[in-house]
C-alpha cells in the first residue's frame, strides 16, 4: 500500500508509464498481461487486481488482500449461521413443557438468552468486518480511478471455478429434483398398471326358470331387444319360420309373454337386426321366407327396413336399391338418428365388409368413412354391441361430456369367407371424421374364437357380456356354454365364478339385458332346438352372491338331514299266543299234506293202473 497511497508523484509515476507506450505506440491498445506486468516492475509500482466478486471499478492489492483469505472467512462466518440456525430450530422445536416453572424449562430460558446474546455479537462482528472490506473497497476505488487493470490468470482461474463450482450445486439440485419428479410418475404409471392388471372376479347367479304360461315356439336366428323394461322377440326359424312380434312382462325372474297383433302382416324371416331408435323398433335384412299358403317354398335375402311403432303399433316398410345391398348376418347398432350396418352376407353368398348407415328420418342410406379398412376377408355372424354413455350423440359428433374413456362401438368373433373362427375385438370410435377403427388387446384371458353367439352391454356396471356360440375347431359338436365380461373403464376380461342351475351350450340365440340381468332365449345345439323357456343370469354381485350361498345353505342342510328310526314295541301277550298258534297250524297243515303225498306215492308203486304208475315215476324223478 506503500506505493497507493495519496500522494501525486506515485499517480504520475503511472501516467508517464503509460505516456511513454503512447509515444513507442501510436494508437492505444491493450497491452498483454506480461509486457504490462514487466512495464510495472521496471517503474517500482505495484500490479492491481481486480476484485472477482465486485464491481468492474473495485481494485485491490495483491499483497495486501489475500482472497484465499476473504474466501475462508466467509465460508467461516456462513458455516457460523448454518450451525446457530439448526441449533436454535433443535433448542426451541415444539415440545411438551408443562406450564410449571421446571428445572427443565429454566435450562431451556437460560439456553435461549444466551444463544440470542451470541448470535448478537456474531451479527455485530460479521457487519464490522464487512464493513472493514468495503471501505478498503472504496479506498481503492478512490485512489485508482482511471487505471485499466488486468486480472491474473490465478484471478480467473479461482473465478472460473466458482463459476463451475456453483453450476455443478445448481445442476446437482435440478437433476435432484428431476429424478425424484421421474420417480413419483413412475410410482404413478406402476399403481395404475397394477389397478388395471389386477383382475377383477365377478360372481353370476344363473336362474333356474320354468314359466308354466305360454311361451313362443323354440326357434334360432330371431332377434330381441329391450324397450322400457319389455322384452320384444321377432322373426327366426324353428319348426316353421316366424313372423310374429311377442312381447314379454318381467317381475323380478317371473315373465309373461303375449303376441301383439299388427295392423300390418310381416313376411316371416331370419338372421335379420333389429333395434330401438325411441320408441320405434327398426327391423333390417335378414332371410325373408315365402307365406305357408303357397305351394313352393323359396327363400330370398333382403335390403328392407321395417319401422313398427310401439306405442301405437303402426308399421312402414321401406325398401331401397343399389348403395344398400341385401344381406343377413349382419351386424347394426343405432347411433343418433343413425342406423350404422356392417358386414353380413349378400344374395349372392358373398362375405361383405362395408360400412353404411341409414338416416332413420329421412329414410336414405350413405356410405360411412373409415381411417382403416377393415376384414378383408369379408365377415358375417359376427356380434356388436353400443357402449355409448350418451346414445343420441349423432355420428361424427365429438362428445365432451363422455365421464369415461373406451366408449364406442365393439366388436367381436364372427366367421370370414375362409372359413375362419374370429377372435378379434374391434373398437368402432364413431365420433371422429372418418370413423376410427382399432383393434384392442384387453387384459386378462379373451374368448376363444367362435361366431353366432350373443354380446350385450351393461349400462350400469360398463361390462360386455359374451355368452355362447359355435367354433367347430374345438370338437365335432362345437356349441359353447362359456360366459365372458370384460370391464369397458380398464378392458379387462373378468374371471367369473358361476353359480346357480347349469344349462346346456347354444348358439344362433338372442340375448339382451334389462338392468342387471341378461335374458337369452332359443338357439340351438346337439339336440336341436333348445327349448322356449327364458335363461335368466344375475349378474349384480351382491344379489349372486346372496343367491350362491342361500342355494349352498339349503344344500348342506338337506346332505345333513337325519333319518328317524322307530324303536318297535313289544307286542302284548295274546298277539304273541295267536302268532305261536297260526305257526303251529302251519306245521300240522305241513305234516298232514306230507303224509298225504307218501301214501299217494306207495299206493301208486303197487298199482297196477298206468296212470298211477306215471304220477309214481313222476315223484320218484322229482324226488331223485
Known amino acids: 500500500m506503500s506505493s497507493l497511497e495519496s500522494s501525486p508523484k506515485n499517480s504520475l509515476k503511472i501516467v508517464d508509464i503509460l505516456e511513454k507506450y503512447k509515444q513507442k505506440k501510436a494508437i492505444m491498445s491493450p497491452l498483454p498481461l506480461e509486457q504490462f506486468q514487466q512495464i510495472v516492475q521496471e517503474a517500482g509500482q505495484e500490479l492491481l487486481q481486480q476484485h472477482p466478486e465486485c464491481e468492474n471499478t473495485h481494485f485491490i492489492p495483491f499483497k495486501q488482500l489475500n482472497q484465499d483469505a476473504i474466501d475462508e472467512l466467509q465460508r467461516s462466518l456462513h458455516q457460523s449461521k448454518i450451525m446457530w440456525n439448526h441449533f436454535s430450530r433443535a433448542l426451541f422445536a415444539a415440545s411438551p413443557i408443562e406450564n410449571k416453572n421446571s428445572s ?68 446437482c439440485s435440478q437433476e435432484l429434483v428431476r429424478q425424484e419428479t421421474e420417480l413419483i410418475q413412475q410410482q404413478i404409471e406402476q399403481t395404475k398398471s397394477r389397478l388395471i392388471n389386477e383382475v377383477k372376479k365377478i360372481v353370476v347367479y344363473i336362474y333356474n326358470n320354468q314359466n308354466n304360461g305360454w311361451n313362443p315356439s323354440s326357434r334360432e336366428s330371431s332377434a330381441m331387444v329391450n324397450y322400457n323394461e319389455k322384452l320384444y322377440l321377432f322373426g327366426g326359424s324353428g319348426a316353421g319360420n316366424m313372423s310374429d312380434l311377442c312381447q314379454a312382462t318381467l317381475d323380478k325372474q317371473l315373465y309373461k309373454w303375449m303376441t301383439i297383433k299388427l295392423k300390418q302382416q310381416i313376411q316371416c324371416r331370419s338372421y335379420h337386426t333389429i333395434n330401438v331408435y325411441k320408441s320405434q323398433l327398426i327391423i333390417f335384412g335378414g332371410v325373408l321366407f315365402s307365406p305357408k299358403n303357397e305351394d313352393r317354398i323359396h327363400c330370398e335375402v333382403t335390403n328392407e327396413v321395417i319401422h313398427i311403432n310401439l306405442v301405437n303399433y303402426d308399421m312402414k316398410i321401406v325398401q331401397h336399391a343399389g348403395i344398400a345391398s341385401p344381406r343377413k348376418a349382419h351386424i347394426a347398432e343405432v347411433i343418433g338418428r343413425y342406423l350404422l350396418v356392417q358386414g353380413g352376407i349378400d344374395s349372392k353368398g358373398h362375405y361383405l365388409n362395408d360400412f353404411l348407415a341409414y338416416d332413420i328420418l329421412t329414410q336414405r342410406w350413405q356410405n360411412v368413412e373409415v381411417n382403416t379398412p377393415v376384414f378383408q376377408d ?25 365421464s369415461y374413456e373406451n366408449q364406442g362401438i365393439y366388436i367381436f368373433g364372427g366367421l370370414d369367407s375362409n372359413g375362419h373362427y374370429l377372435d378379434k375385438l374391434i373398437k368402432i370410435d364413431v365420433r371422429r371424421r372418418p370413423i376410427y377403427i382399432e383393434e384392442v388387446q384387453p387384459k386378462g384371458r379373451a374368448p376363444i374364437s367362435r361366431c353366432q353367439h350373443s354380446m350385450s352391454y351393461v349400462e350400469l356396471s360398463q361390462q360386455i357380456i359374451i355368452y355362447g356360440g359355435k367354433n367347430d375347431d374345438i370338437n365335432t359338436q362345437g356349441f359353447l356354454n362359456d360366459l365372458h365380461i370384460l370391464e369397458i373403464r380398464n378392458l379387462t376380461w373378468s374371471h367369473l365364478d358361476i353359480r346357480g342351475h347349469s344349462s ?121
Open 104 to 171: 427443565k424449562k429454566m435450562e431451556l430460558l437460560h439456553n435461549r438468552d444466551a444463544y440470542y446474546r451470541i448470535k448478537k455479537q456474531n451479527d455485530i462482528q460479521l457487519k464490522l468486518q464487512i464493513d472493514g472490506i468495503n471501505k478498503e473497497y472504496q479506498k481503492i476505488h478512490l485512489e485508482t480511478q482511471g487505471v485499466k487493470s488486468y486480472p491474473s490468470i490465478s484471478t480467473k482461474d479461482q473465478f472460473r471455478q466458482q463459476q463451475i463450482k456453483r453450476q455443478l450445486q445448481m445442476g
Open 378 to 402: 369379408g365377415i358375417a355372424f359376427h356380434k356388436s354391441c353400443c357402449a355409448l354413455e350418451h346414445k343420441t350423440i349423432d355420428l361424427y359428433k365429438h362428445d365432451p361430456d363422455i
Open 504 to 624: 346346456l351350450g347354444r348358439c344362433s340365440h338372442s340375448a339382451t339385458v334389462i338392468d342387471e340381468k341378461l335374458f337369452i332365449f332359443g338357439g340351438v345345439n346337439y339336440t336341436g332346438f333348445v327349448k322356449s323357456d327364458l335363461l335368466i343370469i344375475e349378474l349384480n354381485q351382491s344379489k349372486a352372491q346372496d343367491l350362491g350361498q342361500y342355494e349352498s345353505q339349503t344344500e348342506r342342510i338337506s346332505k345333513q338331514q337325519l333319518q328317524v328310526q322307530f324303536k318297535p314295541v313289544s307286542p302284548p301277550k295274546r298277539i304273541l299266543n295267536l302268532k305261536q298258534q297260526i305257526e303251529q297250524i302251519k306245521k300240522d297243515s305241513e305234516k298232514v299234506k306230507l303224509a298225504d303225498k307218501f301214501k299217494r306215492i306207495s299206493m301208486a308203486r303197487h298199482s297196477r293202473n298206468l296212470t298211477d304208475v306215471q304220477i309214481y315215476r313222476t315223484f320218484a324223478t322229482v324226488t331223485d
